[in-house]
């Protein structure tokens, strides 16, 4: 089976690692800076007055006076989130991060380990620990996983089994679906707001009306499509951080501080040699909470003076003073060096600039981000059953 765990408002909660005390009263993430006044997760004090996740600043407040802001620390999240990974990694658990705070894993090799599908599920809720309200859903088809682990309760485990996956879709709200908002607001014009309603329709019309997104929702929302878990690869544990004395706002000191890092890194025996496709900026800020910005390099390099130049120019984001830098070697690449030819097979050289084009992208976007059409029902008269994405992770 697959299964599930969720944790619900997970930036928040590790924003809130350090202020315990504000995880009992109503609280909320605030917006990043330069970003619309819209709110992100939410505590249940907040919630109970009236509080809801995306919702506009001033509303928020007009409901709720006494709401505490809590200031985005995506460095600290990012970095709890890789330690929970770890912990389930270290279980046995071979997983594969959809989003921060939600989490996919096959059962199917765990479960003679642990004595079956429930004591491996409670396994890896023990894994991740009680503080973090963690949940999990189980099923045969992960969108079903998904939606079970919206259902399931905090600390609690909820198996869906495949005769019963359209059933228990049906009642669940729009709002589970991967679809844009655009599409879901029509849906609801239409008055379909439950998966039930929108899987009731024919898949033909659902196509017509809505393009490809929305025979894809209304596949998700029969329990249709199956899909698969496709575990992450072993992370690179390749960081430095630079300590500060005193705030540093002076773009010349952080280039400095930058280069002394990248030199850190690229002398660690650990890269082997081997060439950095993706790396990640970070920084503690003075007034609290963090900054971090990830770089996906088009060509993987090793010279210190193009990761300069690629890194560089993201240090004039930095909102406010730092008193920490971090940089982070998060992708390498799998060659340590290249093999040349004295005559080159015409069409090699656009290949390989192909490849790595294709590896750039999926560094950035995740496993399953390149995809391949495949025909397989050319004869169809609906244009989205004549071929399917296939991804393509060669």
């Known amino acids: 089976m697959i299964a599930c765990l969720l944790i619900p408002g997970f930036e928040l909660r590790a924003a809130l690692r350090e202020r315990p005390a504000l995880a009992l009263r109503p609280a909320a993430l605030g917006p990043a800076a330069g970003e619309e006044p819209l709110l992100g997760p939410v505590t249940a004090a907040a919630e109970a007055a009236g509080v809801q996740p995306g919702m506009r600043l001033g509303?928020?407040?007009?409901?709720?006076?006494?709401?505490?802001?809590?200031?985005?620390?995506?460095?600290?999240?990012?970095?709890?989130?890789?330690?929970?990974?770890?912990?389930?990694?270290?279980?046995?658990?071979?997983?594969?991060?959809?989003?921060?705070?939600?989490?996919?894993?096959?059962?199917?090799?765990?479960?003679?380990?642990?004595?079956?599908?429930?004591?491996?599920?409670?396994?890896?809720?023990?894994?991740?620990?009680?503080?973090?309200?963690?949940?999990?859903?189980?099923?045969?088809?992960?969108?079903?996983?998904?939606?079970?682990?919206?259902?399931?309760?905090?600390?609690?485990?909820?198996?869906?089994?495949?005769?019963?996956?359209?059933?228990?879709?049906?009642?669940?709200?729009?709002?589970?679906?991967?679809?844009?908002s655009e599409r879901r607001e029509e849906l609801e014009e239409l008055g379909v707001r439950r998966l039930g309603q929108l899987a009731g329709l024919p898949g033909a019309a659902v196509a017509e009306r809505l393009g490809p997104d929305g025979r894809r929702a209304w596949s998700l929302a029969r329990g249709e499509q199956r899909g698969k878990v496709r575990a992450r690869k072993v992370a690179n544990e390749l960081a430095e951080t630079l300590e500060f004395p005193e705030a540093v706002a002076n773009e010349l000191t952080l280039r400095r501080a930058l280069g002394a890092l990248l030199d850190r890194l690229l002398a660690r025996p650990e890269r082997g040699d081997r060439a950095v496709r993706k790396l990640a900026l970070s920084a503690k800020l003075v007034g609290g909470g963090s900054w971090r910005?990830?770089?996906?390099?088009?060509?993987?390099?090793?010279?210190?003076?193009?990761?300069?130049?690629?890194?560089?120019?993201?240090?004039?984001?930095?909102?406010?003073?730092?008193?920490?830098?971090?940089?982070?070697?998060?992708?390498?690449?799998?060659?340590?060096?290249?093999?040349?030819?004295?005559?080159?097979?015409?069409?090699l050289e656009l290949r390989a600039h192909l490849s790595e084009g294709l590896k750039q992208v999926r560094a950035g976007a995740g496993s399953g981000a390149v995809c391949s059409v495949v025909e397989v029902a050319p004869w169809s008269r609906i244009p989205e059953q004549r071929a399917l994405l296939v991804p393509r992770d060669d």
């Open 293 to 347: 910005r990830t770089v996906t390099l088009r060509d993987a390099t090793a010279d210190r003076d193009r990761l300069r130049v690629a890194l560089g120019s993201k240090l004039a984001e930095l909102p406010a003073p730092v008193t920490r830098l971090g940089l982070e070697l998060v992708e390498l690449a799998q060659t340590v060096g290249r093999q040349l030819e004295l005559v080159q097979p015409e069409g």
């Open 59 to 180: 509303e928020a407040l007009s409901l709720c006076p006494d709401l505490a802001l809590v200031e985005q620390d995506p460095a600290t999240a990012e970095h709890e989130w890789e330690q929970l990974l770890k912990r389930l990694e270290d279980s046995g658990f071979a997983v594969e991060a959809a989003a921060v705070g939600c989490v996919y894993f096959e059962t199917r090799g765990i479960e003679r380990l642990y004595g079956g599908l429930e004591p491996a599920l409670k396994r890896a809720l023990a894994a991740v620990g009680a503080a973090w309200d963690a949940r999990i859903g189980a099923a045969e088809r992960r969108f079903a996983a998904l939606a079970a682990a919206h259902v399931a309760r905090s600390g609690q485990t909820l198996i869906v089994s495949d005769r019963k996956t359209r059933d228990f879709l049906a009642p669940l709200p729009l709002t589970l679906l991967p679809v844009d």
